[in-house]
């Protein structure tokens, strides 16, 4: 059958198909036209003839779009290497539309996405309104291996930054929600071919960081099931970026890119940076003081260990003597442990004995003989120990079980991997602050009950015990609440669903799909279970759910739940928890970019979802049998909102305390802390909300989280809630935001917006008492030195040094999830700064600045951080950095924590390559050229300019980011 008749008898067959599959729009046509014209002169007369005749109405309009849509397609397949395989109906490739699913996943998996950052900073384009003047300019580009002309689809991708504008031939780009957007086809569009159509845009603030770019865009078109692209789809990432088809190449490895400007003062962390940072003219002295065989994390109070004796284990312990008695259910009310004011629990010693198995020391008969004794000390803190070892016997004295739990992991601490032995010595240890907190976020992105239960492994391994889980914000809900399926239902999960009656908008790379790992939530067995477990611990779980800003997952849910009653017919239940005001048109934008993301604080419907809430959650800690002592209502971050909504306007003319909607964060705040101590709960939340309440209707105790940036003056904001009587817990994110970057490396994952720089010795290096003397040993997020002014101010009464007899309550570290989708990245995230973390919360050391209640003016010209300071900060962190490295890294391994392993430095020094690492213990491996193979690393070893470097795990699993050797 020829190609003509083929043609003939599909048009005849379905008009329908005929009008999708065969007539083009003008557009489509005559670019397929011009394209043939060089190879079919002769059809070029008739065209125009066929043209004229329809200008001039000779044909009508509707029979010159049938012959032009005949005329083109034999046009076309003139330029085709065969005309069997243009004549297939179902090609996407000769049709306007793309008509079916399969059609749909071979668009996805053949277009090409490439995304590319074009300028940092670009001089004169960014508008002032946005991100105080900055911004950066990106290029995203398609292409398709052949020329096709459907037009009938719309990408949708996730990008942190907002575009504020673009430009584009071809596509138009559209912001349509928080991180989300859209790219469909625009009137100029003609088709995709190998050639490529690109769309640019200028987005907020800076890219810095390979991870700013959010993976798995995909393609929709009318009602088909989505399709993730291909070369976008982070599930084959590791492939795609071995074959160079990962969508996006990474940040330029170029000064213009890697820094904020041309004012940027921050050093890149290359090899030969590395390598003076690791460097100390300390290293001898230290070994000579004292040794890491010695050195528990975190350190104690006091210890004296004997430098030459040691006790093995090789045979195990065993457990001659506990007066607390380590099965959970069978303890008696009096060895229960009060792991907070109103919170008993009984802690389960079995714990700490299996973190010694785990490392290889088991109980055994013919272990070394442990005894575990009650002290009969009233006034001793009660998670405070002896420990006493000598050629024998390992002796525990404490007050009660948590005590004793701490001593057996301080034995764990003590004990070397390979050899299982420990010093012989003895310890008296007490903790620094009562609120030794880890802040772990899984409502942006969900992460395991895996993962939460071996957290809570490590962090009662170094002594911490509080676990801040924040478990709603505007991507997710994650906690089953009784009577409110919605929340879960929708709010637990983002797909693609424009409506939001099944799901939430997709965010932060998640995708079309419900069925990823990044959804999710607790039921409330799996809820219950980890409170538990916390508990055995000595951990306090403290459940967070921010309110009333970053409650988009609440609001959207709620909203379902009124839709759906509504339908229904059953308005009191459709209203009854109720988040909005349906007749506020307040237009307004949240600091992720949400113009709906913050719930109604005027309306009744609103507290009795949050009390609602509030009382689920204290049944499932009172049927856990782990009261509820603490509940974190966020608080932050709720500016814009509210401003036109009737019943807003209403409560603040009914309410004479009230005089503008500034004044309902702290009017929310209050109401809700009131309720909570009614049911004997303390109030937490962030700083910025905190402060917006009348201090004299808050209840006390309240917790607030100061995350002020110190280098922006953060600790005044901190000494003020201090003087007030808050309990502080500072959590700063210039040090203590573990989604922040270790160092100065687009290849480092994470976000940076205080800080691009905080690795561990930058963690260890805090001084949590002394806030402002930070000024003396650090700089701003742009590497420059800042002052911090702590005097008395006699025209402000809020800048005030802190009063004689006040302290903060506590520290904790933050890591909030945006950016990391994968379990594994947690744990590369968190540790092993966490142990950093733990030395801080548990021991103030010797070299830190003591604060001066009369207040002085900080800079790095002050100089009260002396050279002594400096030299006793410096030894204790070398004693500390080889216990981890030859100690603590070999219990993660054995732990199976992901931990990131350090860069490592090097430089070339007389034809020989010198090298160091953050953490000894680790192995370093060279590949001398980009064609060779890895290799041990030997001083001798020649190395040309595609040089690399990298650290293998000390079990030899794992191997770190491959860093470039500089050889000039």
């Not at 962390?269 to 065989?293: M, T, V």
């Not at 790992?517 to 409170?531: H, M, Q, W």
Request: with cysteine.
């Amino acid at each position: 059958m020829t190609f003509m008749k083929q043609v003939i008898r599909s048009t005849r067959k379905n008009a329908a198909h005929d009008k999708a599959a065969l007539s083009y729009k003008s557009k489509h046509s005559f670019t397929a036209f011009k394209q043939c014209l060089p190879v079919n002169n002769i059809l070029v007369a008739p065209s125009l003839a066929i043209a004229e005749m329809a200008s001039k109405k000779i044909i009508n309009l509707f029979k010159f779009k049938r012959i032009l849509s005949l005329f083109f397609i034999v046009l076309i397949s003139s330029c085709a290497d065969s005309a069997d395989t243009l004549s297939k109906d179902s090609s996407i490739k000769a049709s306007a539309t793309i008509l079916n699913q399969k059609e749909l996943k071979q668009f996805a998996n053949e277009l090409s996405v490439q995304y590319n950052i074009v300028e940092n900073q670009p001089e004169g384009k960014c508008n002032k309104k946005y991100a105080e003047g900055n911004c950066f300019l990106v290029e995203i580009t398609l292409t398709y291996p052949e020329t096709i002309y459907a037009d009938n689809w719309a990408i949708y991708f996730s990008h942190i930054a907002p575009a504020r504008s673009s430009s584009s031939h071809g596509l138009t780009l559209k912001h349509v929600n928080g991180d989300l957007h859209r790219i469909t086809p625009s009137k100029q569009f003609s088709s995709l071919s190998p050639e490529p159509v690109s769309v640019s845009f200028l987005a907020d603030f800076w890219h810095l960081s390979n991870s700013d770019v959010m993976p798995n865009y995909f393609v929709v078109v009318n009602d088909l099931k989505p399709e993730i692209i291909a070369n976008t789809n982070e599930a084959n990432k590791e492939f795609l970026v071995k074959q160079g088809e990962w969508f996006f190449g990474g940040v330029p490895d170029k000064p213009e890119y890697l820094l904020r400007g041309d004012k940027d003062k921050t050093r890149i962390s290359s090899a030969s940076f590395l390598y003076h940072q690791y460097n100390s003219q300390y290293e001898q002295q230290a070994k000579q003081q004292s040794s890491w065989k010695q050195r528990i994390i975190p350190k104690p109070y006091q210890s004296n260990f004997s430098a030459t004796e040691s006790l093995s284990l090789t045979q195990g312990i065993y457990l001659q003597q506990n007066d607390f008695d380590p099965r959970l259910n069978q303890a008696d009310d009096e060895n229960a442990v009060a792991i907070s004011p109103n919170v008993k629990v009984k802690v389960k010693i079995a714990h700490a004995i299996n973190r010694l198995a785990q490392i290889g020391v088991k109980q055994s008969e013919q272990g070394v003989p442990v005894t575990i004794r009650r002290s009969s000390e009233k006034s001793a803190h009660p998670e405070s120990y002896q420990l006493s070892i000598d050629k024998n016997n390992i002796d525990i004295l404490a007050p009660n079980a948590s005590g004793a739990f701490y001593a057996l992991m301080s034995l764990a601490s003590l004990l070397d991997p390979e050899t299982k032995t420990v010093a012989t010595g003895s310890v008296q240890d007490k903790p620094r602050f009562d609120f030794r907190g880890m802040h772990l976020d899984i409502a942006r992105n969900f992460h395991q009950v895996t993962l939460i239960n071996k957290l809570l492994d490590q962090m009662s391994a170094y002594k911490l015990n509080k676990l801040h889980l924040h478990l709603a914000d505007d991507e997710g809900w994650r906690v089953a609440i009784r009577g409110l399926p919605e929340l879960t239902d929708i709010g637990g999960f983002r797909c693609f669903d424009l409506t939001e009656t099944r799901c939430l908008l997709p965010q932060l790379g998640s995708g079309p799909f419900r069925n990823t790992s990044v959804n999710g939530f607790l039921n409330e067995a799996e809820y219950k279970a980890i409170l538990i477990a916390a508990a055995e611990r000595n951990i306090e779980v403290i459940p967070s759910f921010d309110m009333p800003g970053h409650s988009r997952a609440a609001v959207k849910a709620m909203e379902a739940r009124f839709q759906n009653y509504k339908a229904k017919g059953e308005l009191s239940k459709a209203t009854e928890f109720l988040l909005t005001d349906r007749q506020d048109t307040t237009e307004y934008e949240s600091v992720q970019y949400y113009h709906d993301n913050t719930i109604n604080v005027c309306q009744p419907s609103t507290y009795r979802f949050v009390f609602k809430v509030i009382d689920e959650v204290k049944r499932m800690h009172q049927e856990a049998g782990v009261p509820l002592n603490r509940y974190h209502i966020g608080a932050d971050e709720t500016a814009g909102a509210w401003k036109q909504s009737p019943v807003c306007q209403r409560l603040i003319a009914e309410t004479s305390s009230l005089n503008s909607v500034d004044d309902l964060t702290g009017y929310f705040i209050e109401k809700v802390a009131k309720y909570l101590s009614q049911k004997q709960i303390i109030a937490a939340g962030w700083s910025d909300g905190m402060k917006l309440v009348d201090d004299s209707n808050m209840p006390k105790p309240v917790q607030v989280n100061e995350w002020s940036t110190l280098f922006w003056g953060g600790h005044r904001s901190a000494h003020q809630l201090v003087n007030d009587d808050w309990q502080v817990v500072i959590s700063s994110p210039d040090v203590l935001y573990f989604d922040f970057l270790y160092e100065v490396d687009a290849k480092e994952p994470g976000y940076y917006w205080a800080s691009r720089r905080s690795n561990s010795q930058k963690v260890f290096q805090f001084m949590p008492d002394n806030l402002p003397a930070h000024a003396e040993i650090w700089q701003d997020r742009s590497g420059y030195a800042y002052q911090a002014d702590d005097r008395p101010s006699s025209s402000n009464p809020v800048n005030q040094p802190i009063v004689k007899g006040k302290r903060v309550y506590g520290i904790q570290g933050q890591f909030w999830s945006e950016s990391i989708r994968a379990d594994a990245q947690v744990e590369y995230m968190i540790f092993p700064r966490l142990l950093a973390l733990a030395e801080r919360a548990w021991h103030k050391a010797d070299w830190e600045l003591l604060y001066h209640h009369q207040g002085r003016l900080y800079s790095q010209n002050s100089e009260y951080f002396t050279g002594s300071h400096q030299r006793a900060r410096e030894l204790d962190w070398l004693v500390f950095r080889d216990a981890v490295g030859y100690k603590e890294l070999l219990k993660l391994d054995a732990a199976n924590i992901a931990y990131r392993l350090p860069g490592v430095g090097a430089i070339r020094h007389n034809h020989q390559l010198l090298v160091n690492s953050e953490f000894p213990g680790v192995t370093v491996e060279v590949k001398p050229d980009e064609n060779a193979p890895w290799q041990a690393y030997s001083p001798d070893v020649t190395v040309t300019d595609t040089a690399l470097i990298r650290a293998r795990s000390a079990d030899g699993q794992r191997t770190g980011r491959a860093i470039p050797v500089e050889t000039r």
